[in-house]
């Protein structure tokens, strides 16, 4: 979220009236902003109305109300404020600053960008906006336009950490992971004790191939804060990636432990669980994820799965009807369906469904050798049987199934290369 921290404050003190009992107008505001330092943001606006009472033409009045406004979310009055504050003061770049913020966080992009780019030009070696431009230009998905304003900030600021970072993420979403790298690199050496940064540069590392060193700097993340979760839940799927599923199980357990309200995590746990042969924790995992979001069609899916690999074909079908009927485009589930259809020997219905798998994933290797062998158990012609086991050996190459490739040499046909 963007900053709107620009507090102004008077060049010097009205001082007390002339029978010395009294604050004056700016004694309000530099005490408002005293408040507004500690985080006493309603001391702060009290503070603030007091000088606006005292004198209704104090334009940094209402900009630092419209500040502390903000920081108690409540952007309409921020807008009011800093809108009163530049009728009173155009020049205060402040007001365009902060009102700018408030229209960011109301999703009102234009009218924020408008706004900062008048703060900008009002101080062109003011930080604060440039790096609040930046962040708008993310929120905008404009990403070269952030880097742009991220490296004029850091010409301003060189010794930021947060703009690196934040330059960092602009060049993952570029693409352009060296330059990621490069910038969390340097946030990391600025402030070694950002979590984040580490965070960063292992999903970039993650994102090379490089898992090792993902792994690495997930650890570090951690070792800095072991309550960043998503540090766990980034080194887990690093460890899938090199099949180290335990030590992926136990980093989602972490996950788990704090955060468990994320479906996602039971999910991938779940996987993991699966893949070990542990097929009751995967389906307990599986039902949990969904029991927190039940309308995703792959934690059915895979819970289907699961349900067939321990005989339970009933259940594997009532998810699998499930799964579909919340993403009818599926070509693995339909997959899955018929496998389980052909466990029950129902090899029509089996059929059916490999027909719809191989209509939405015509590539699939899977599907023709699962519809051949239906065909060769429930009466199909040999041209049908022979089409789909050949079929499976040429997009399969070398990772054919041997009992596929049995079947073919034991009738004698041959393939066409």
Request: negative net charge; aromatic residues 12%.
């Amino acid at each position: 979220m963007p900053s709107a921290a620009i507090i102004a404050t008077p060049a010097t003190s009205g001082g007390n009236n002339a029978s010395g009992n009294h604050l004056s107008s700016d004694d309000y505001v530099t005490q408002g902003v005293d408040f507004y330092d500690s985080g006493k943001y309603y001391d702060a606006i009290q503070a603030f109305t007091r000088a606006i009472t005292l004198d209704p033409l104090n334009a940094l009045a209402y900009a630092n109300r419209g500040l502390a406004y903000s920081n108690l979310l409540m952007f309409d009055q921020t807008i009011a404020d800093e809108t009163q504050a530049i009728k009173l003061d155009p020049t205060l770049n402040s007001a365009y600053n902060n009102r700018a913020f408030a229209y960011d966080n109301q999703g009102k992009y234009e009218l924020a960008l408008v706004d900062y780019n008048q703060a900008v030009a009002l101080d062109t070696t003011a930080e604060e906006p440039i790096f609040n431009r930046a962040e708008l230009y993310e929120h905008m998905n404009q990403y070269e336009n952030a880097v742009k304003d991220y490296t004029q900030a850091i010409a301003i600021a060189p010794d930021d950490g947060s703009v690196y970072n934040n330059r960092g993420y602009c060049y993952d979403q570029l693409g352009q992971y060296a330059h990621a790298i490069k910038d969390y690199t340097r946030a990391i050496a600025l402030d070694p004790h950002n979590p984040v940064a580490y965070d960063n540069r292992g999903k970039d590392y993650a994102a090379l191939g490089r898992y090792t060193d993902a792994i690495a700097d997930f650890t570090q993340a951690i070792a800095v804060d072991p309550t960043h979760y998503q540090a766990f839940s980034n080194r887990a799927s690093a460890y899938d990636s090199l099949n180290q599923l335990h030590d992926a199980i136990e980093d989602y357990s972490r996950v788990i432990l704090l955060h468990p309200s994320d479906s996602v995590i039971y999910n991938s746990r779940g996987i993991d669980y699966a893949a070990l042969g542990l097929y009751y924790e995967a389906i307990d995992d599986f039902s949990e994820a969904i029991e927190l979001d039940p309308n995703d069609a792959i934690d059915y899916g895979n819970r289907g799965q699961s349900y067939d690999s321990v005989g339970d074909y009933d259940l594997a079908l009532q998810d699998y009807n499930r799964s579909l009927q919340l993403d009818s485009t599926s070509a693995s589930t339909y997959l899955n369906r018929g496998i389980t259809y052909y466990h029950k020997s129902l090899y029509q219905s089996a059929i059916l469904d490999f027909n719809q798998a191989i209509t939405l994933a015509p590539d699939d290797p899977a599907a023709y050798g699962w519809r051949g062998s239906a065909y060769l158990n429930s009466g199909g012609t040999d041209d049908q049987i022979r089409d789909d086991f050949c079929r499976h050996v040429q997009l399969a190459g070398a990772d054919a199934d041997p009992v596929v490739t049995d079947a073919i040499k034991q009738h004698g046909w041959q393939c066409p290369a």
